[in-house]
């Protein structure tokens, strides 16, 4: 089991009204080539050319390089959090769902247990054309460059932040499943932000959503995490359980799909239940009419 990167075990509807239930068990799922090609680049000027070069547009500044650390902490600084876990005042855990629309959201956490690649996984979601969104930790992109170059180049999927370090975030090192959390705002800011930068300087990409390392939040860091742009959401239906489960029991909770659910998944555990699973699951859904869509689809833009 690895210990770094707890994500949970129970499904959030069991933590409903009992979301400070103490002893909650944690469960693993965690355990640059350079991808620049794809990046945007300005059109090359014409040396020949007798009119003035043509110019780059300037580039629009990004929530979370318009809002610096300085503004966060002269905003934030001195709150004292009074909530923890995984629903707490700002997290997005589901959604008004119009039709028979639902989220699947899978996670790669990265660390030394948990940077594996369920392939097979994310060809279930191509074969039948099933949208997710992924969070995406640092690390794991680090180590799967060409694979997140992949990702981030289908438009089957939305690429979501899962933090730098996998770590719960929090703003007094708070901890959860025994990890211990972002010890402050600047610390809370760096997990967030540097993913953020990651991404943005690696793939050209500004990540809208946040997940932090084992869920787990603050409502004063989720605060900080609207004022960088970015929206923390998690979820109403665990699919996979930090990808412990078996294939029966992803295929079971994942069956009972509803409307305006966001489930939670792994794909970063190639030797989990969780892709058979989940295959036989998107059989079943689909003859209950459940239409899956990504987080960018079915919510409004943060
Ligand atoms: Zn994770």
Known sequence: MCTSCADLSLGRRMFLGAAAAAGLTALSACGNGDPGAE???SPSPSPASPTPRPTAPSPTPSETEQTSLEQVEESLDGRS????GLDVTGVVTSFAASGNRAVLTLDACGGPAG???DERLIEVLRSTSTPATLFINKRWAQEHRSVTQELVGDPLFEIANHGTRHLPLSVTGRAAYGISGTANLRDAHAEIAQNQDYFRDTYGLELRRFRSGTAHADEVAVEMAQMLGVEVVNFSLNADAGATH??????????????????IGHFNQPSSGTADGVASAL???AERGIEWATLEQAL???
């Open 39 to 41: 990046r945007p680049t």
């Open 283 to 285: 059989e079943a859904a």
């Open 115 to 117: 940077s594996g690649y």
């Open 246 to 263: 078996s294939p029966s029991e992803v295929h079971a909770a994942l069956a009972a799909v509803q409307p305006g659910d966001i489930c």
């Open 81 to 84: 959090p009074k909530q923890w």
């Open 300 to 302: 409004p833009r943060p």
